[in-house]
């Protein structure tokens, strides 16, 4: 046999485990992952090479409906992964409303190539509850294979990863073998730092903050990096920041450490917060923030 290649997109609604299962699947924590829902902006690469394939996953921000226009094009990230799929992922997990977003699982239900079903969260089941949802997705999405996971445990990803393989179609890399993602390392440290606003803030909070990394200098022993937090208003500028300079304090010491693990290196960090008024709705600003 020749060589296979393809696209595996994963989508599926907010917070059943996409990303975890991306980086289950990669093998390296790619994406952020958080209790909270929309902690996943962007379609973020993953790629996995072998001698004679190449898979390149994409992780993709839940689906929701639209409120304000950085949601509209991350929204455009989704329907990107509907239309560009050699296969598609579609996640849900067993703690989900099976009937949330059936206008969604119709446009699954009409798509030309292989729809793998994944039941998530298994461990958080019983065996009887998951075989019952097992049973009414084979009849929700009858075109779909279906495989119970848990990507936290690691429980039949390398089945996942076989069936992949499987229906992977014959065509040569798409990217050099040698890569590992389509994002810059200075995406993945904005993306650490917007990871601990998501886990230490509350509220609006999070949702109002985009990381942009104005400086990231790599020497032999260290990496230097300056970035800056954009809020929304001045108020969540004070709340950012915390009593005495805190909170940030916090925010920086545990993304750091995230990018040392990361990296494999020293990093020097150093976060200021700035306001960028209603950043989320404006076109430019979008822009210039990737989206
Ligand atoms: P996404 O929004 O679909 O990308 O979901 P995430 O990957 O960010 O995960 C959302 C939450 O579900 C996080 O708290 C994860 O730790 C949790 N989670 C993901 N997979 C599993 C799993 O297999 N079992 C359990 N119990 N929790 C999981
Ligand atoms: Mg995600």
Redesign the pocket.
Known sequence: MGHKSGFVNII?N????????MNALVGEKL?I???K?Q??RHRIMGIVNGEDFQIVYS?TP?VLKPNYQLQESMMKFVKNALIDADILLY?T?VVENINKNKEFLDKIKKTSFPVILLL?????STEERTKELLNIWKTLLPNAQIIP?????SFNIDKLFDLIIELLPEAPAYYPKTELTDKTERFFVSEMIREQILIHYKKEIPYSVEVEVEEFKEDENIIRIRSIIYVERQSQKGIVIGHQGKMLKKVGTEARKQMEIFFNKKIYLETFVKVNPDWRNKTIQLQKFGY
């Open positions: 599926g907010p917070n059943v485990g996409k990303s975890t299962i994406s992952i958080t209790s829902a902690t996943t992780d839940g996640v997990d998530n969260k298994i461990d958080k996971i848990s990507a936290l445990e």
